[in-house]
């Protein structure tokens, strides 16, 4: 497996995971529209934010995140990083690649030197519950969304 920043190039093939968890989304079928294409440029420009993949041999992507480093004045000044949008291609769950993943993702924001890494996870995915807390997440707080 292969652990790296994501390309323009993987564009469509992340965006076919977070379009449906549950099954394959052939990335050819995915429409890249300019909406897609500023928000990977704001992400790819900026040294705070990372779209991650992992992929085989062949440069297929089997799963993604994002991670974003939020400078903050807790924890000494200590920098956290933010994971969100955790996927892994539905044919190839329960292989540990979402534990590669995330633990890949856990050690670079380490070696960045952030205090804390924290994520969110939809209250009804218990399995994901189960998942994060195998990798030593503690759900220690309560979250709030607000769309707008």
């Given at each position: 497996?292969?652990?790296r920043?994501?390309?323009?190039?993987?564009?469509?093939a992340?965006?076919a995971?977070?379009?449906?968890?549950?099954?394959?989304?052939?990335?050819?079928?995915?429409v890249?529209?300019?909406?897609?294409?500023?928000?990977?440029?704001?992400?790819?420009?900026?040294?705070?934010?990372?779209?991650?993949?992992?992929?085989?041999?062949?440069?297929?992507?089997?799963?993604?995140?994002?991670?974003?480093?939020?400078?903050?004045?807790?924890?000494?000044?200590?920098?956290?990083?933010?994971?969100?949008?955790?996927r892994?291609?539905?044919?190839?769950?329960?292989?540990?690649?979402?534990?590669e993943l995330?633990?890949?993702?856990?050690?670079?924001a380490?070696e960045?030197?952030?205090?804390?890494?924290?994520?969110?996870?939809?209250?009804r995915?218990?399995d994901?519950?189960?998942?994060?807390?195998?990798?030593?997440?503690?759900?220690?707080?309560?979250?709030?969304?607000?769309?707008?």
């Open positions: 497996m292969i652990f920043t994501a390309t323009r190039q993987d564009l469509p992340v965006l995971l977070l379009a449906d968890e549950e099954k394959i989304v052939d990335p050819a079928s995915v890249v529209d300019a909406a897609y294409e500023q928000a990977f440029a704001a992400i790819d420009s900026d040294s705070r934010n990372e779209m991650l993949v992992l992929t085989d041999a062949s440069g297929t992507v089997l799963g993604c995140l994002q991670a974003t480093y939020i400078p903050g004045l807790g924890k000494h000044g200590g920098e956290r990083a933010l994971i969100e949008a955790v892994v291609r539905a044919d190839r769950r329960g292989e540990g690649l979402g534990r995330v633990t890949r993702a856990v050690e670079r380490r960045r030197g952030c205090t804390l890494v924290q994520l969110t996870s939809d209250k995915r218990s994901a519950h189960r998942f994060y807390a195998s990798l030593g997440f503690a759900c220690s707080h309560e979250g709030f969304k607000l769309a707008l």
